[in-house]
Nanobody, 114 residues
Framework: QAQFVESGGGLVHTGGSLRLSCTFS????????MGWYRQAPGMQRELIAS???????TLEEPVKGRFTISRDNAKKMVYLQMNELKPDDTGVYYC????????WGPGTQVTVSS
């Protein structure tokens, strides 16, 4: 059963940066679009960034211009570079497929203090 493991979260001040990493244990990673999802306290999990098989990316409005998603197919990893962090970015961050979902990993907590 393929799974994801996220890492890189932490506590930062407003305006700070973090780089999240996600490893995928399944096969054929390069043929799947991948996404980063965020679950803020008391809210549903939402997609915030995605990257297609061809490397094309989409950033949702709340993070556009501040976050960057990338992937390394050889390492089966997905990254999320987060800059200019705001308190509203606080939440648990997960990676998973886009369209095709596997079991959710444990996520990584990001807390942005004001």
């Amino acid at each position: 059963q393929a799974q994801f493991v996220e890492s890189g979260g932490g506590l930062v001040h407003t305006g700070g940066s973090l780089r999240l990493s996600c490893t995928f244990s399944g096969s054929a990673f390069s043929i799947w679009a991948m996404g980063w999802y965020r679950q803020a306290p008391g809210m549903q999990r939402e997609l915030i960034a995605s990257i297609r098989e061809d490397g094309g990316t989409t950033l949702e409005e709340p993070v556009k211009g501040r976050f960057t998603i990338s992937r390394d197919n050889a390492k089966k990893m997905v990254y999320l570079q987060m800059n200019e962090l705001k308190p509203d970015d606080t939440g648990v961050y997960y990676c998973n497929g886009l369209g095709r979902l596997w079991c959710w990993g444990p996520g990584t907590q990001v807390t942005v203090s004001s």
